[in-house]
C-alpha cells in the first residue's frame, strides 16, 4: 500500500515533466488552436475529477445526515474556492495568456511569477490526490485504490499539455531550453509535495473527511472557472475548447468509474 500511495502522488509530477520535455522536441510554439483544446481538456478532466472523484464520495461519505448528506459537500466546496479566491489576491503570479500581473504587488521576475501562477493552479490538484490517498482505508469514503490511481493518471494526463504551454512560451522569451524545462518542471512539484503534506495530516483529516474532498473539489473547479474556461473561450476557438472539454470530462468520468 505505502509503495503504490508513493507512486500515486509521484504520477501527476511525472505528467508535467513529461509536458515540460517537449520543449527538446518541438521548435515552435504552440498554435492558439491547439492551446485552446488542451486548455478545454485540462478544464474536462478537472471538473470529471472534481464531480466523481471528490463531490460524490463526499455526498457519500454523509449518508448518516439523510437529507442533509448535501451540507458537508456545499461547505467544504464553498471554502475551497474562497482558499483559491484568497491565494489568487496574495500570491504575486502572471498568466502566460495575459501579461498582467494579479495578486500582492512584487518585484519579481517575470519567470518567477509564471511559475507562481501555475503553481497556484497545481496546488488543488496535489490536494486532491492527497486526500483521496488519505482516505483509502475507511470505510467513510469508500474509495479504492483503483480510484485513487485513476484520479492521479487523469490529472498527469492533463499535466502533460501544461507542461508543454509553460516550457515552450519560457523558451519564446529567449530563456535556454534546460532551463525552461527547469522551470515548467519545478512548477509541478507542488502536487506531490501537496500530496505528501495532506497524507501526513490523515489523522486531522479522516474525521472531516466529507469536507476536505469537497473542499478539494471547490479549490479545482475556481482554477477551471478563473483561468482554463476564459483560455478556452476568449481565443477565437471557442468550438475546440468545447470539444476539448468534452473528450477530458468523457475520459476521466471513464477512468473514474472503471476503475473505481
Known sequence: MTTMMGLGIMIPFFG?????????????????WVNTVLA?????VMMAAAVWSLLIPAIEASEGMGKLSFIPAAVGFALG????LC????????????????????????????????TLHNL???????????????EMSGITIAGAMA????????????????SLPL????????????????????????????????????????YTLAFAA??????????LVPESATSGHSDKGTIGFMLGFIIMMILDVALG
Open 16 to 32: 508535467t515533466m513529461l509536458g515540460a520535455s517537449f520543449v527538446f522536441f518541438l521548435r515552435d510554439q504552440i498554435k492558439p
Open 40 to 44: 478545454g481538456f485540462a478544464s474536462g
Open 81 to 84: 474556492i474562497i482558499f483559491l
Open 87 to 118: 491565494m489568487d489576491k496574495v500570491v504575486p503570479h502572471i498568466h502566460i495568456e495575459s501579461g498582467k500581473q494579479e495578486g500582492v504587488k512584487a518585484k519579481l521576475k517575470k519567470t518567477t511569477m509564471l511559475v507562481f501562477a501555475v
Open 124 to 138: 488543488p490538484e496535489g490536494m486532491a490526490v492527497g486526500i483521496v490517498f488519505a482516505s483509502l482505508g475507511t
Open 151 to 166: 484520479l492521479a493518471f487523469g490529472i498527469a494526463l492533463q499535466n502533460v499539455p501544461e507542461g508543454a504551454i509553460i
Open 171 to 210: 523558451k519564446g522569451e529567449g530563456m535556454s531550453r534546460t532551463k525552461a524545462f527547469l522551470y515548467a518542471t519545478l512548477s509541478g512539484i507542488v502536487e506531490p509535495l501537496g500530496a505528501l503534506i495532506t497524507i501526513l495530516l490523515t489523522a486531522y483529516i479522516t474525521p472531516i473527511l466529507p
Open 218 to 227: 471547490g479549490a479545482m473547479v475556481y482554477v477551471i472557472i478563473e483561468e
